[in-house]
């Protein structure tokens, strides 16, 4: 008497295969936002913030992107989430607020930009040797 053969190991695979694709249904609108998003962000910070005067990139694992505005003393003044945005919102709101684009990373800024964004506050007289 002959016993059947095992099936091949492929067809165990494809089964499987097969019933996982039965019981999970991603929403695939929602994930080709996500990634629309992180491509858009991951643009930005790769190719447009090296050209921004007192623009700094910090990655932290896990986080949402966003943009973090500090003061004169480093307090945190605004924080902006940028997950939402395309890399030209993302680059029309970064020179709304002030910081000033160069042509190249290594162009020089000029010195009234030096310290942009920063801007004195509403009365109070600029003054350089703060």
């Keep these: 008497m002959r016993l059947p053969l095992p099936p091949p190991p492929v067809l165990l695979l494809l089964a499987a295969l097969t019933a996982?694709?039965?019981?999970?249904r991603?929403?695939?609108?929602?994930?080709h936002g996500l990634?629309?998003?992180?491509v858009e962000v991951k643009a930005f910070v790769?190719?447009?913030?090296?050209?921004?005067?007192n623009l700094e990139m910090k990655h932290l694992p896990g986080a949402d992107p966003e943009l973090v505005l500090l003061g004169h003393r480093h307090e945190e003044l605004e924080r902006i989430p940028l997950s939402d945005m395309t890399r030209e919102e993302i680059n029309a709101l970064v020179q709304e607020l002030g910081f000033y684009?160069?042509?190249?990373?290594?162009?020089?800024?000029?010195?009234?930009?030096?310290?942009?964004?920063?801007r004195p506050a509403e009365g109070d007289p600029d003054r350089g040797d703060l």
């Design 46 to 53: 790769t190719q447009d913030i090296p050209l921004y005067h």
């Design 35 to 38: 990634a629309r998003a992180r």
């Design 20 to 24: 996982a694709t039965t019981t999970f």
């Design 101 to 118: 684009r160069k042509a190249s990373p290594d162009e020089p800024v000029p010195p009234e930009y030096l310290r942009a964004p920063a």
């Design 26 to 31: 991603p929403d695939w609108n929602r994930l």
